[in-house]
């Protein structure tokens, strides 16, 4: 089945730093999200794409949709204690009614004060 | 603002047991799913549901599994029988279109 790679695997930073993570597959994707999931929580959206070269933001966070359909980026910007928790991607193949999400393995951030 | 409920929160159930976990997606959301997350581990898709049928389902939801949308607002997943490794947090989740999904707290399945 399709499968999606997140790279790093996890990362310390200082508190202020800015953040680049990155989500890639074999696979073509219509649509990539981006989640952050806190201990014993679900995930929570952060930012949808949708267009290949898509650049969207959401407050610090800004996410870019790869040219090639292949790959997704996360960024976040000073990075503050409260962004500690680990980030998904998810991509899905068709816009077809039902068709699931494949997420990656996650990029589990901390941030030192 | 609106959110997914899942109920109940923690569910402890012998091996062999059936249950049943509780969904109540977003009010006008069309789409509805089920994943679950093996502690330590991604989250896995199970199965999609619109107009009131199953339009996908992963190699995990076999025969066992079962889901349906009693009432137009509840939401349910059935395991008929569990086995220790159905053990995970189970996520419910719903979206108003195809290329979204929003998740709730999620259902921590422990089968002993």
């Known amino acids: 089945g399709q499968q999606l790679n997140q790279s790093p695997q996890s990362m310390f930073i200082q508190e202020g730093e800015d953040v680049s993570m990155n989500c890639t597959s074999s696979s073509i994707f219509n649509t990539w999200l981006w989640y952050k999931q806190d201990p014993g929580e679900g995930p929570v959206l952060l930012i949808a794409?949708?267009?290949?070269?898509e650049l969207t933001s959401n407050g610090r966070l800004t996410a870019q949709f790869g040219i090639t359909r292949k790959d997704s980026f996360l960024n976040i910007s000073a990075s503050i204690p409260s962004d500690v928790g680990i980030y998904f991607c998810?991509?899905?193949?068709?816009?077809?009614?039902?068709?699931?999400?494949?997420f990656g393995p996650g990029t589990r951030l901390s941030v030192l004060p | 603002e609106p959110e997914v409920t899942q109920t109940p929160s923690h569910q402890v159930t012998q091996m062999g047991q059936e249950v049943i976990l509780r969904c109540v997606p977003i009010s006008n959301h069309l789409y509805f799913y089920w994943y679950r997350q093996i502690l330590g581990q991604k989250v896995e898709f199970l199965v999609s549901f619109y107009n009131n049928e199953i339009s996908e389902k992963s190699e995990i939801f076999d025969d066992q599994f079962s889901v349906e949308r009693p009432d137009g607002s509840n939401f349910t997943l059935k395991i008929r029988s569990t086995k220790l490794e159905d053990s995970a947090m189970y996520f419910c989740?719903?979206?108003?279109?195809?290329?979204?999904?929003?998740f709730g707290q999620g259902t921590r399945l422990t089968v002993v």
């Open positions: 989740a719903s979206s108003g279109r195809p290329t979204e999904a929003f």
């Open positions: 998810a991509g899905q193949l068709s816009v077809d009614y039902g068709q699931n999400f494949v």
């Open positions: 794409l949708y267009k290949a070269g």
